[in-house]
């Protein structure tokens, strides 16, 4: 497995952020992806995903209890296996510590994201993301029926990397920092 935590000091919305990572799960189908090995061993992609999204605000607490759950909640995941016959292979919980302070738990299947296409992935959502910002009130529908995903593995080289730091493009700007743990 692999879990990354990532801080946004920033103002967040969590329902487009949510919204993003479907985009997401629909654009690459790694994100879809199970294994089945009834005879032999295959990789099955689902035409739907089901993201695995939770949404935490823990706003309420001090920083000494805020640190203290963060801590206990990536103890907590890290220890939660995947089934590999059950697709998401990752789930995504985002917690609200401070009205400008979140944080983003991402853990996978490493079947799924390697270091490259990590990156790739979170530069995506964040597009998607600042895109749906600017235009909250017409976000299109996620995977329209008929509509071909981009399929595949995460592995657009064209993509450009999400910068570790300030953000420039979104109205306030928001600062943003990654770590990476491999279990």
């Not at 000091?9 to 790694?30: H, M, V």
């Not at 995947?82 to 991402?106: G, N």
């Amino acid at each position: 497995r692999v879990q990354s935590i990532y801080d946004y000091k920033g103002k967040i919305n969590p329902g487009l952020l949510q919204k993003s990572w479907e985009y997401a799960q629909c654009r690459y189908e790694a994100l879809r992806l199970r294994f089945s090995w009834e005879e032999e061993l295959v990789q099955v992609i689902d035409k739907q995903g089901a993201l695995n999204w939770q949404y935490l605000d823990i706003s309420g607490k001090t920083a000494k209890e805020r640190k203290a759950y963060i801590n206990s909640l990536v103890s907590e995941d890290r220890g939660k296996s995947f089934d590999l016959q059950s697709a998401p292979l990752f789930r995504v919980c985002l917690v609200k510590q401070e009205e400008r302070l979140y944080t983003c738990l991402l853990s996978c299947h490493h079947a799924i994201l390697d270091g490259w296409s990590d990156s790739v992935l979170l530069n995506y959502v964040h597009q998607a993301y600042y895109r749906h910002r600017r235009r909250a009130q017409k976000i299109p529908a996620i995977c329209p029926p008929g509509q071909p995903t981009t399929g595949g593995a995460i592995d657009d080289r064209r993509a450009g990397m999400f910068p570790v730091g300030r953000v420039e493009g979104y109205p306030t700007g928001i600062s943003f920092s990654h770590r990476r743990r491999y279990c």
